[in-house]
């Protein structure tokens, strides 16, 4: 599974980007979906999740209220719509397919990888 995320740049801060992840050739049905950052000397963590079916979703505490993450099953897609950027939000930024239906979090749930889009937020 080959999952492409696009939608990264750089913005000022309080801008605006849309992250999209497509797996195309597979359905995103039936798995849990995730946004991941990390940036330069830090950790991969989480940002958000859903599950499959989009009834579900968990954010980050630091990212509440600014970003939303979003499922369309029928194109394959998850995306991340980011408002509000701040400077602290600038990292290579990763979409992930969890092995379960559920907006899991943790790294070890991930199965599949999508590679990272960088975004940067300028002050």
């Known amino acids: 599974v080959q999952l492409q995320a696009s939608g990264g740049g750089l913005v000022q801060a309080g801008g605006s980007l849309r992250l999209s992840c497509a797996a195309p050739?597979?359905?995103?049905?039936?798995?849990?979906m995730g946004w991941f950052r990390q940036a330069p000397g830090k950790e991969r963590e989480i940002v958000a999740s859903?599950?499959?079916?989009?009834?579900?979703?968990y954010y980050a505490d630091s990212i509440k209220g600014r970003f939303t993450i979003s499922i369309d099953n029928v194109k394959n897609t998850v995306y991340l719509q980011m408002n509000s950027l701040k400077p602290e939000d600038t990292a290579v930024y990763y979409c992930?397919?969890?092995?379960?239906?559920?907006?899991?979090?943790?790294?070890?749930?991930?199965?599949?990888w999508g590679k990272g889009t960088l975004v940067t937020v300028s002050s």
């Open positions: 992930a397919q969890f092995r379960s239906p559920v907006a899991a979090t943790a790294l070890e749930r991930v199965h599949y």
């Open positions: 050739g597979r359905t995103v049905s039936n798995n849990g």
């Open positions: 859903i599950s499959w079916r989009g009834g579900t979703t």
